[in-house]
């Protein structure tokens, strides 16, 4: 053991503070629960950004995929040809032609622009946050009637349900005598879909692929392709290997590149909260300094008393380490617990005080998401758990060997 059982003794007899030391004692409750409060911070704070990170990043690329395939000339015509050509490649799930434009949406004396997707209906299934949302219904209809799936914050904006209908009008008009005439078409809603990104929600319209090569006349070509891949993490080699074999005729990218300003946002945000987080725990590492430098000046006497009776200084030195450690110790692991619990019931907290309070606390208009997730990584609890411990010992360190340099003579002088 590097501690004896007469120095945890001391120890553990200092830290439960007498009367007389009631001041002390609280200012080390205090450390205690400076540190607690910024273990769980850190760690609560963390979780929530990675989740946030996640569950952006996964219903981006559940409806955008991992890969984009375009044609440096333009639509591509052999589309079919180049989908089979994808999908034979390593790591490549499925290879989705679509075309994809603007439009302006009316319905009941309502405007707003919107982003149509033509894709087939077969091509819905690797889309899963979409997928998931549609029913048998919705799907027959898309597949059968040429309907259109629209999200549920535009079908309350617009007022619309199944099998309502709206006025699409395309900037890109059909040249007549009389000059450029817009394209605009009606259709019937089939489906409502629900992806829990407002984004997606409340401007994107997905059409069946030839029902949008009809509207946007462009012909049998497609603007791109949608690729999907088993190895999103390694997703820049999938994108090299891909580029090599395609050659300069077309145009790749990955969805590290399409969001590349959003993820470098997220990053910066996240290291930046990380270190003002930190300065939490540093701060109550600093209430440890001052807590212990009051119990060392209390217990001058005691310290004297033991130095004379053959005491070490070393051995004070390690009794008054492991009283401001373990201050630190408590406090790092009731901080873990609390941090792990609250992320375990996040959202049912999130929904309690917003009943509580009547507001809402994360709209789903500026955080893009639905619910508030909250992803746990070990790696960054152990990290923190570690840095917390760390500065703990350290803020110990000068108090100790201030009461391993207690002169006995001088203070045994005036007792």
Same mark, same amino acid.
């Given at each position: 053991?590097?501690?004896?059982?007469?120095?945890?003794?001391?120890?553990?007899?200092?830290?439960?503070?007498?009367?007389?030391?009631?001041?002390?004692?609280?200012?080390?409750?205090?450390?205690?629960?400076?540190?607690?409060?910024?273990?769980?911070?850190?760690?609560?704070?963390?979780?929530?950004?990675?989740?946030?990170?996640?569950?952006?990043?996964?219903?981006?690329?559940?409806?955008?995929?991992?890969?984009?395939?375009?044609?440096?000339?333009?639509?591509?015509? %052999?589309?079919?040809?180049?989908?089979?050509?994808?999908?034979?490649?390593?790591?490549?799930?499925?290879?989705?032609?679509?075309?994809?434009?603007?439009?302006?949406?009316?319905?009941?004396?309502?405007?707003?622009?919107?982003?149509?997707?033509?894709?087939?209906?077969?091509?819905?299934?690797?889309?899963?946050?979409?997928?998931?949302?549609?029913?048998?219904?919705?799907?027959?209809?898309?597949?059968?009637?040429?309907?259109?799936?629209?999200?549920?914050?535009?079908?309350?904006?617009?007022?619309?349900?199944?099998?309502?209908?709206?006025?699409?009008?395309?900037?890109?008009?059909?040249?007549?005598?009389?000059?450029?005439?817009?394209?605009?078409?009606?259709?019937?809603?089939?489906?409502?879909?629900?992806?829990?990104?407002?984004?997606? %929600?409340?401007?994107?319209?997905?059409?069946?692929?030839?029902?949008?090569?009809?509207?946007?006349?462009?012909?049998?070509?497609?603007?791109?392709?949608?690729?999907?891949?088993?190895?999103?993490?390694?997703?820049?080699?999938?994108?090299?290997?891909?580029?090599?074999?395609?050659?300069?005729?077309?145009?790749?990218?990955?969805?590290?590149?399409?969001?590349?300003?959003?993820?470098?946002?997220?990053?910066?945000?996240?290291?930046?909260?990380?270190?003002?987080?930190?300065?939490?725990?540093?701060?109550?590492?600093?209430?440890?300094?001052?807590?212990?430098?009051?119990?060392?000046?209390?217990?001058?006497?005691?310290?004297?008393?033991?130095?004379?009776?053959?005491?070490?200084?070393?051995?004070?030195?390690?009794?008054?380490?492991?009283?401001?450690?373990?201050?630190?110790?408590?406090?790092?692991?009731?901080?873990?617990?609390?941090?792990?619990?609250?992320?375990?019931?996040?959202?049912?907290?999130?929904?309690?005080?917003?009943?509580?309070?009547?507001?809402?606390?994360?709209?789903?208009?500026?955080?893009?998401?639905?619910?508030?997730?909250?992803?746990?990584?070990?790696?960054?609890?152990?990290?923190?758990?570690?840095?917390?411990?760390?500065?703990?010992?350290?803020?110990?360190?000068?108090?100790?060997?201030?009461?391993?340099?207690?002169?006995?003579?001088?203070?045994?002088?005036?007792?």
């Amino acid at each position: 053991m590097i501690f004896s059982p007469i120095e945890r003794l001391l120890a553990f007899r200092y830290i439960r503070a007498r009367r007389a030391e009631g001041f002390i004692s609280v200012v080390a409750w205090f450390s205690l629960a400076g540190i607690t409060l910024g273990v769980a911070t850190l760690i609560i704070v963390m979780s929530v950004m990675n989740g946030f990170r996640a569950e952006l990043i996964g219903r981006i690329l559940g409806l955008n995929g991992h890969l984009g395939v375009s044609s440096v000339e333009g639509g591509i015509k %052999d589309y079919n040809k180049l989908a089979l050509r994808l999908s034979e490649m390593p790591t490549i799930i499925a290879a989705t032609p679509q075309i994809e434009g603007q439009v302006m949406v009316n319905a009941n004396n309502q405007a707003r622009g919107a982003v149509v997707r033509g894709v087939s209906w077969s091509d819905l299934a690797v889309r899963k946050p979409l997928w998931e949302s549609l029913d048998e219904n919705a799907i027959a209809a898309f597949r059968d009637d040429g309907a259109l799936l629209i999200g549920e914050t535009m079908a309350f904006t617009f007022r619309l349900k199944l099998g309502d209908t709206i006025t699409l009008l395309s900037p890109k008009g059909r040249v007549t005598a009389f000059g450029t005439v817009p394209l605009r078409r009606s259709f019937k809603v089939g489906g409502i879909f629900k992806v829990g990104m407002h984004e997606y %929600d409340s401007s994107f319209i997905f059409m069946p692929l030839d029902v949008a090569q009809l509207f946007f006349d462009t012909g049998d070509i497609v603007s791109g392709f949608e690729v999907y891949s088993s190895a999103p993490l390694k997703i820049t080699a999938v994108s090299n290997i891909i580029k090599s074999q395609l050659g300069a005729k077309y145009r790749v990218f990955d969805w590290q590149e399409r969001n590349a300003s959003f993820l470098n946002a997220l990053k910066v945000e996240r290291n930046v909260m990380f270190l003002i987080l930190t300065l939490i725990i540093l701060v109550a590492a600093f209430n440890i300094v001052s807590s212990m430098i009051m119990l060392v000046r209390s217990k001058n006497a005691d310290i004297a008393v033991l130095r004379s009776l053959g005491a070490s200084s070393s051995l004070i030195m390690r009794v008054f380490l492991i009283t401001g450690a373990s201050i630190g110790a408590v406090g790092t692991l009731a901080g873990s617990l609390l941090g792990l619990i609250f992320c375990w019931q996040i959202d049912n907290i999130k929904s309690g005080i917003e009943s509580l309070s009547g507001a809402e606390l994360f709209s789903a208009e500026i955080y893009y998401l639905s619910k508030l997730p909250a992803v746990v990584d070990p790696f960054e609890v152990s990290m923190v758990v570690v840095m917390a411990l760390v500065l703990s010992f350290i803020a110990s360190l000068y108090p100790a060997w201030r009461a391993a340099h207690v002169a006995p003579a001088e203070v045994l002088r005036y007792e």
